[in-house]
C-alpha cells in the first residue's frame, strides 16, 4: 500500500456534507493536480485550502447530485471557469432541475452548471498515476457512484454507505433493494481493511460495517 494519496476533508454547509480534496503528497515545483469530490453549500474553506496548497483542481467528481452535494459547483466554476464536472448520466439532468435534486422548496432552489463528462460504472480515471474505478452504486439516487482505489485502499461512497448506517431511500427516485445490492456486491465485495469515506458523518472500514451495520 503506498499511502501517496493526501485526503482533505470538508464537512460542509448546516448539513455537514463531507467534501474531499484529494492529491498526491509528493514534492514538486508545479502546482500539484487535485480533485474535488462533490461540492456542498458554502464551499469557501475548500476553496482557499486548494489555493493556499497551491493545488490545481482537474476536475469535480460527484458522487451524486442531490443539493447538498451539488450547491458549491457554482463557486467552484467562479473560483475555476473551465473546471470540468463529472456526474452518471443517470443524474446529469439532476444537476438543472431543483425538483430532482431536492432543492424546489428552498427559497432558492439550485440549478447548478451542467456537467461536461459522464461516468460510467467501470471507468477508469487517474490522478497523478493513481488509476480509480467508478462502481455505480444506485438505491439512494439512481446514479449514485463510489470511488475506489485499490493501491491506497480507500472508497469514496457518497451517501451510499454511513458508519452504521446507508443512505435514505425515501426520495422519489431512491431504491432500497438497489441499494441494498449495491452495497453488497460493490462495498461489501472490497477487502475489509478498505477505508470507507462517506458523505455524512466519520469515516469507516468496510470490515467494521460488515460487523455492526444494522442496515446491513
Not at 432552489?109 to 456537467?115: E, F, L, Q
Not at 438505491?139 to 491506497?152: A, N, T
Amino acid at each position: 500500500m503506498s499511502k501517496r494519496l493526501s485526503i482533505r476533508t470538508f464537512a460542509l454547509g448546516e448539513w455537514m456534507t463531507n467534501c474531499y480534496v484529494l492529491f498526491c503528497a509528493e514534492p514538486r515545483p508545479e502546482a500539484t493536480p487535485c480533485w474535488i469530490i462533490d461540492a456542498g453549500f458554502s464551499p469557501g474553506p475548500m476553496i482557499a485550502f486548494i489555493r493556499e496548497q497551491k493545488l490545481a483542481p482537474s476536475r469535480v467528481v460527484m458522487t451524486h447530485a442531490h443539493l447538498d452535494h451539488i450547491a458549491g459547483l457554482h463557486a467552484l466554476r467562479a473560483a475555476w471557469p473551465e473546471l470540468p464536472i463529472l456526474i452518471h448520466d443517470a443524474e446529469r439532468e439532476f444537476l438543472t432541475d431543483p425538483e430532482l435534486n431536492l432543492s424546489i422548496a428552498l427559497d432558492e432552489p439550485i440549478t447548478a452548471p451542467p456537467a461536461t463528462g459522464s461516468l460510467r460504472h467501470g471507468d477508469r480515471l487517474q490522478l497523478d498515476g493513481l488509476s480509480f474505478e467508478v462502481r455505480h452504486t444506485p438505491g439512494h439516487s439512481p446514479g449514485g457512484v463510489s470511488l475506489y482505489q485499490p493501491d491506497e485502499g480507500v472508497v469514496f461512497v457518497g451517501d451510499a454507505l454511513f458508519s452504521g448506517s446507508v443512505g435514505r431511500t425515501d426520495f422519489p427516485t431512491s431504491n432500497r433493494d438497489e441499494l441494498r445490492r449495491a452495497i453488497e456486491s460493490q462495498l461489501l465485495s472490497l477487502p475489509d481493511a478498505t477505508r470507507v469515506y462517506p458523505g455524512h458523518g466519520p469515516a469507516t472500514t468496510i470490515g467494521r460495517e460488515r460487523q455492526i451495520n444494522p442496515y446491513l
